[in-house]
Nanobody, 126 residues
């Protein structure tokens, strides 16, 4: 059974940094795309970043490009999201997700991800 468990969320001030982690278990993720999505109150879940687990290619939403960095540790089967220069508008629940079907433009589509974590809250105050 696949499990994705996020950690690292919290309350920070604008301009500060956080690193989210997602520990994966239950299968190998070779050939998968692993991603981070977020959902703010009253808004739809939106793509943040993704990484091709085998090739290391990365994808970012325009809103986080240059501030966030996604990475993965194959040995620990852990996904990371380093978030720098946080803004109030980054406040959301952040979800880790895994997909065997996210190819090309579908990397950005939540519907293509079949595995999801429970989410971790990130709150950025002004």
């Amino acid at each position: 059974q696949v499990q994705l468990v996020e950690s690292g969320g919290g309350l920070v001030q604008a301009g500060e940094s956080l690193r989210l982690s997602c520990a994966a278990s239950g299968r190998t993720f070779s050939g998968y795309v692993m991603g981070w999505f977020r959902q703010a109150p009253g808004k739809e879940r939106e793509f943040v970043a993704a990484i091709s687990w085998s090739g290391g290619r990365t994808y970012y939403a325009d809103s986080v490009k240059g501030r966030f960095t996604i990475s993965g540790d194959n040995a620990k089967i852990t996904l990371y999201l380093q978030m720098n220069s946080l803004k109030v508008e980054d406040t959301a629940v952040y979800y880790c997700a895994g997909s065997s079907r996210a190819v090309g433009i579908y990397v950005y589509a939540a519907a293509r991800y079949e595995y999801w974590g429970q989410g971790t809250q990130v709150t950025v105050s002004s």
